[in-house]
């Protein structure tokens, strides 16, 4: 994994965040991520990320779970061992309702969680290199990638225009874990829009 | 309101004020406080070396913990017998406290759920304590069904799986195995939900730790989070789409526990009426808990501008709430006993119950009194923001709860169809009693380990909500409030 080189600038306040992630847009400059305490609404749109399919995926795990249990439950009840339960039907669909409901949320639950640990690379012994300590306090640190092309010098000043407080540069091994946000990031075009 | 030639007119300026502020609802937080405050605040119990009280709180705990695992190697030794069940009781204690303890275990999922659903901003402050206290009410639950096996290392019978004597399989039609599934279920969804909102805050205690070892704890336990925007647009949609499949959830894993009775034949049980009544039951208890657990976990964390007085009068509404709809349901129970005409429901309530001088006729009237009318005297605003009366009152409502499922159980069970089998006096024995104080030993070690190592209050949700109602941002609102409606109105749009 390649040791990439990357121009931190830290911002003490959310507001002037949108402005700046536009500007760093408009630029050209290789913008990495932006890592805040806690979750920012809109600043992923201003930032260009795609929305998030986690809950598509977490509705197909609940299918899973219904079937998973309805189908097992019939193939019990009535093909592996029919039980004769005071006289009641072999195919009780009505008594299942329960036990299928349940499977289906443990289901959506259980795989939304995994696939959320998974797409974000969260498990216990992760090494990941973190930027700021004080970002999951109260700083908005704003990460940019160092390119070829780009010059250091320039982004740090231009990173101080924005309002970043603090600003400096960090060499970081990026992890397989960045996977598709570490490809080139398509440029801003004036047509596009932000929502901010 | 920016009708024109009318802006000047002092009424529209104080409508500007309201626009900003609420003068209804107070603020979710008090002081003013920044985001690093917000921090400190709250980890700093976490920091600190625990408090003498904290110590001897922890010590009890583990000593009633240690009577309570006592109580069970006697019930597995010597067998069930240990216990005074009997004849037609064969459910005593233990099925009470286990629907006492499920149902305590509601209030977090609810408010942590069904609140973020509902917008309801004040669950910030209590959801992170109360989900914590859902998982370890449900963790003690799950005990008595467990241990009541008797021979409990075959206690994985109860699960579906192709044994070893034939292809034979679990019930799938009986309320007693959609239990294990909701019971088992509620427990992992609520444990997923409850650990994926602490990832972020225990990476914030992470960031912030100077010992090595602490560095180290908590950097397996947040599992390596950093904030990213990404992660955060995930953690979002997963939160919502957690709470919206823990809501049917929550109202259904009480909904089955009152089927474990309701699909009998059993006069008292076979009702209707069950599934909504237990799950405000459920609910009743659960705030009730919450607010034992708060009103003394705030004073000795110093959290009182995070878990405010809004908050506990907020809570104690939803008692007054469930309270009273618990209320109704005992009294149309009672009026379909008489009005059904049915023999054997009316001696069951009519006999069994309502006569004071019968047998367990005291317990009736102790359920309804702290169930029904101690509550009532919430609808009194000074009362519902006294902490001394809340903390007395959680605790009355909880002992009302309990004598609610023991009543059902006991009440229904002691004189059946057949009067020769009408059982002797039920009381519990030693070992039944040690193994209810025990899982008070685990409820409470289980959760004073929280209070020490874990931040009882979500961080990053705090946060987010600051910006609404923390004071420091009211005061830079200030230059936006006192402009008139016009000049408010022109640099909106030219914003725009």
Redesign the interface.
């Known amino acids: 994994m390649a040791l990439k080189k990357f121009v931190v600038g830290c911002f003490d306040e959310e507001g002037a965040l949108f402005d700046a992630v536009k500007k760093v847009r408009k630029s050209g400059h290789k913008l990495h991520?932006?890592?805040?305490?806690?979750?920012?609404h809109g600043?992923?749109k201003a930032?260009g990320?795609r929305?998030?399919s986690?809950?598509t995926a977490?509705f197909i795990y609940?299918i899973c779970g219904t079937t998973t249990a309805l189908s097992?439950?019939t193939w019990?009840?009535t093909k592996?061992?029919p039980?004769n339960?005071g006289g009641?039907p072999h195919f009780?669909l009505p008594?299942?309702l329960?036990?299928m409901?349940?499977?289906t949320?443990?289901c959506?639950?259980?795989g939304?969680?995994i696939t959320?640990?998974y797409?974000?690379?969260?498990?216990?012994?992760?090494?990941?290199h973190?930027f700021h300590?004080?970002?999951?306090?109260?700083l908005f640190?704003m990460v940019i990638e160092c390119t070829p092309k780009s010059d250091e010098g320039e982004i740090k000043g231009f990173l101080g225009s924005l309002g970043a407080k603090e600003i400096n540069v960090q060499q970081a091994e990026t992890g397989w874990w960045l996977g598709r946000?570490d490809k080139e990031q398509k440029l801003y075009h004036e047509t596009e829009t932000v929502s901010a | 309101m920016n009708a024109p030639g009318d802006t000047h007119s002092p009424k529209l300026n104080n409508m500007a004020l309201l626009k900003y502020e609420s003068q209804v609802r107070a603020p979710l937080v008090d002081g003013s406080k920044d985001y690093h405050q917000v921090t400190e605040d709250i980890v700093r119990p976490i920091e600190a070396p625990p408090s003498r009280l904290w110590w001897i709180g922890f010590l009890i705990s583990v000593a009633l913990l240690l009577f309570g695992v006592y109580s069970i190697y006697r019930e597995v030794t010597y067998g069930v017998g240990q216990w005074n069940l009997n004849k037609t009781i064969g459910w005593g204690w233990d099925i009470t406290n286990f629907v006492w303890w499920v149902g305590i275990g509601h209030a977090g999922t609810l408010i942590s759920a069904i609140l973020l659903l509902f917008r309801q901003g004040w669950r910030t402050g209590v959801n992170r304590a109360a989900e914590a206290m859902t998982i370890f009410a449900v963790m003690c639950a799950g005990q008595f069904p467990i241990w009541h096996m008797g021979r409990v290392w075959m206690a994985f019978f109860v699960l579906p799986y192709p044994n070893t004597r034939g292809p034979l399989w679990v019930n799938f039609n009986s309320p007693l195995l959609w239990d294990v599934f909701a019971i088992s279920t509620y427990f992992t969804v609520s444990l997923l939900f409850w650990y994926s909102g602490l990832l972020p805050d225990l990476a914030t205690v992470r960031d912030r730790a100077k010992l090595k070892w602490r560095k180290y704890m908590y950097g397996l336990l947040s599992f390596g989070w950093t904030g990213s925007t990404k992660h955060w647009q995930r953690h979002e949609s997963l939160s919502l789409v957690l709470a919206g499949l823990s809501t049917p959830l929550v109202l259904s894993v009480h909904t089955v526990v009152s089927f474990d009775f309701a699909t009998s034949v059993v006069p008292g049980w076979h009702t209707t009426i069950f599934p909504p009544y237990f799950v405000a039951g459920a609910i009743f208890s659960g705030f009730a808990m919450v607010q034992t657990l708060l009103v003394v976990t705030r004073k000795v964390l110093k959290l009182e501008d995070y878990i405010t007085m809004e908050h506990i009068e907020v809570m104690n509404k939803v008692i007054v709430l469930t309270g009273s709809i618990v209320g109704i349901a005992y009294l149309t129970e009672l009026f379909i006993a008489w009005y059904g005409q049915n023999p054997y429901e009316s001696h069951a309530f009519m006999k069994n119950r309502l006569d004071l001088f019968s047998p367990y006729g005291w317990s009736y009237y102790l359920m309804m009194g702290c169930n029904v009318l101690s509550p009532q005297i919430f609808w009194f605003r000074k009362l519902r923001r006294n902490l001394v009366v809340t903390f007395f009152m959680s605790v009355i409502v909880n002992i009302g709860m309990w004598f609610e499922r023991f009543v059902i159980i006991v009440t229904s069970i002691y004189r059946d169809y057949i009067p020769s089998s009408w059982s002797t006096y039920y009381r519990p024995t030693i070992w039944e009693v040690g193994f209810y104080l025990g899982t008070f030993g685990l409820f409470f070690t289980c959760y004073f380990l929280f209070s020490k190592f874990f931040p009882v209050i979500a961080v990053a949700e705090i946060k987010h909500i600051l910006k609404r109602s923390g004071e420091n941002y009211k005061k830079k609102m200030d230059k936006i409030e006192h402009e008139s409606p016009e000049e408010l109105f022109h640099e909106v749009h030219a914003a725009h």
């Open positions: 991520d932006v890592y805040t305490p806690f979750p920012i600043l992923d930032m990320l929305d998030t986690i809950h977490g609940g097992f439950i019990v009840f592996d061992w039980l339960i009641k009780a008594a299942w329960p036990i409901f349940e499977f949320v443990l959506a639950a259980v939304m969680v959320f640990c797409l974000c690379q969260l498990a216990p012994f992760v090494r990941k973190h300590p004080r970002a999951t306090d109260d640190v946000y």
